[in-house]
Nanobody, 114 residues
Framework: QVQLVESGGGLVQAGGSLRLSCAGSGSIFRLNAVGWWRQAPGKQRELVAHISASGSTHYANSVKGRFTISRDNAKNTVNLQMNSLKPEDTAVYYC????????WGQGTQVTVSS
């Protein structure tokens, strides 16, 4: 089973930046689409960005123009660069497959203060 480990979260002021990293294992991670989700307290988990195996990207409207997803297949990582952060971006961020899935990891907490 593919294991996913998210890292890079933290506390940042509004307008700041963070870079999240998702480390995966196995060829299924490297050869398929991977996405970043987030879940804020009391809300459903939502997909904020995903990237195909070939590098095509898609973003939720709420993060478009501020977040950038990328992947490094040599390192089996998918990264999420988050700029111009807003308090409403506060959530636990998770990565997982798109079109396939594995067990959810621990996630990484992102807290944006106003």
């Amino acid at each position: 089973q593919v294991q996913l480990v998210e890292s890079g979260g933290g506390l940042v002021q509004a307008g700041g930046s963070l870079r999240l990293s998702c480390a995966g294992s196995g060829s299924i991670f490297r050869l398929n689409a991977v996405g970043w989700w987030r879940q804020a307290p009391g809300k459903q988990r939502e997909l904020v960005a995903h990237i195909s195996a070939s590098g095509s990207t898609h973003y939720a409207n709420s993060v478009k123009g501020r977040f950038t997803i990328s992947r490094d297949n040599a390192k089996n990582t998918v990264n999420l660069q988050m700029n111009s952060l807003k308090p409403e971006d506060t959530a636990v961020y998770y990565c997982n497959g798109v079109g396939w899935s594995t067990s959810w990891g621990q996630g990484t907490q992102v807290t944006v203060s106003s």
